[in-house]
């Protein structure tokens, strides 16, 4: 949806109307979908410092940096928030959202059925309880938070807004984001937000797996609150048992034609017995387990886990890793002469000897530090030790599912 003007009478450029990103599985940051191959979320200098010198060898495992745009807070005549992004080059033609586009009609429904401002109510009640305790029952299906979503809308318009199911974890981090800046900010101020590559453009129903890699998760320049509160978190996690534990999850379900979800509650609570079952869940899709993808994501694992022994001074704390896959599987996509080991086609993620295509990316590098990085105060020597304690552990699991299967 292209906004020409905006409440800010000197705007006089065409604007980009930001979508809610329906993938984003993980994170408490708003992501927002700028066009079909590039999404957007608040800048952080740090971490743009991290893209603009980011090592040769790093530059597959992370999403591509396509620089900063401008975006602002607008409302329509409806009275709808949304953001709107002015592209720093002023002759960059904007991307034109269709009228039809599923995030905003959502979005735009959510809206109207709760007067804007109850729809984080609303979502955290579809959303299971962070009190909900996984260990005794980690796959429940009542986490397929997507269906309820999809009924309610049925039930506002009294037709269905879009048949494939979606993500509610970031329109909650979106209504967050949007409150905070209507509150705290006016209407005309401007933001920076960072562009980068929608990792998951290419994949019909993309599976995301979201894991907080690593034993420590606080920055160095985290206050001794925020540093207690984020080491009793990984010591009450997988974290300290393992370095990984998961932050958010969708895998789609071909039998039910739609995505189940977990989010960082659950992944908070769960034991190592329980963090294996959902590495198995992730790669079952409802009727079979995806077995022909654990070669190469392990494959990938190993290259990361190279790249990442030969980056000296560098910490990733709180960075995550994405581990994705397409649900819908390769013989779908064809006349169905393929086996479904057989990739369709050659692109970024695609594993050699024809497997299946899969994805391994770091993302969220707000807390990166690493040897000459700006007016940093602490230095380290070495690789990563936590990142590589948790990568190898993670490995380990999946080996063990791949010889168990």
């Known amino acids: 949806m292209v906004v020409q003007g905006s409440t800010d009478a000197r705007d006089i450029r065409v604007g980009v109307q930001l979508e809610p990103f329906l993938h984003q599985v993980g994170g408490h940051m708003s992501v927002m979908k700028y066009d079909e191959h590039t999404v957007c979320k608040p800048l952080i200098s740090r971490e743009q410092r991290f893209y603009e010198s980011l090592p040769l060898a790093m530059k597959r495992f992370t999403p591509q940096y396509k620089g900063t745009v401008t975006v602002h807070l607008w409302k329509d005549s409806k009275g709808h928030l949304s953001l709107v992004a002015n592209p720093l080059k002023e002759n960059q033609e904007p991307f034109k959202v269709s009228a039809e586009s599923a995030a905003v009609a959502v979005w735009q429904t959510l809206q109207q059925t709760t007067g804007g401002s109850g729809s984080a109510r609303v979502l955290a009640q579809l959303a299971r309880s962070p009190k909900e305790s996984p260990a005794k029952a980690p796959l429940r299906p009542e986490s397929h938070l997507n269906a309820q979503v999809s009924s309610l809308l049925e039930d506002v318009n009294g037709n269905q807004v879009e048949k494939k199911s979606f993500n509610p974890w970031g329109l909650l981090c979106h209504q967050a984001h949007l409150t905070r800046l209507r509150s705290e900010f006016p209407e005309n101020k401007r933001h920076r937000f960072l562009l980068l590559e929608n990792v998951v453009s290419q994949y019909t129903h993309p599976c995301i797996l979201d894991l907080k890699m690593g034993t420590r998760q606080h920055g160095d320049d985290a206050s001794e609150?925020?540093?207690?509160?984020?080491?009793?978190?990984?010591?009450?996690?997988?974290?300290?048992?393992?370095?990984?534990?998961?932050?958010?999850?969708?895998?789609?379900?071909?039998?039910?034609?739609?995505?189940?979800?977990?989010?960082?509650?659950?992944?908070?609570?769960?034991?190592?017995?329980?963090?294996?079952?959902?590495?198995?869940?992730?790669?079952?899709?409802?009727?079979?387990?995806?077995?022909?993808?654990?070669?190469?994501?392990?494959?990938?694992?190993?290259?990361?886990?190279?790249?990442?022994?030969?980056?000296s001074s560098y910490r990733f704390y709180s960075s995550s890793l994405l581990i994705i896959y397409d649900g819908q599987e390769p013989s779908e996509r064809t006349s169905g002469s393929l086996h479904p080991q057989e990739a369709p086609q050659v692109a970024h993620g695609s594993s050699p000897g024809g497997l299946a295509k899969v994805d391994i990316r770091m993302i969220d590098f707000a807390h990166t530090t690493y040897k000459g990085s700006w007016n940093e105060h602490t230095t380290y020597d070495g690789p990563d030790p936590g990142y590589i304690f948790g990568l190898e552990n993670l490995m380990g699991i999946l080996q063990d599912i791949q010889e168990g299967q």
């Open 225 to 311: 609150e925020k540093k207690a509160r984020h080491m009793k978190k990984c010591a009450q996690s997988t974290s300290a048992r393992l370095g990984v534990r998961i932050c958010g999850m969708q895998v789609y379900q071909t039998d039910k034609k739609h995505f189940l979800c977990k989010d960082k509650y659950y992944g908070r609570k769960l034991s190592v017995e329980g963090f294996r079952q959902a590495l198995y869940q992730f790669l079952h899709n409802g009727t079979h387990l995806r077995a022909e993808l654990l070669e190469p994501i392990l494959r990938q694992l190993q290259a990361l886990l190279s790249v990442i022994r030969s980056q």
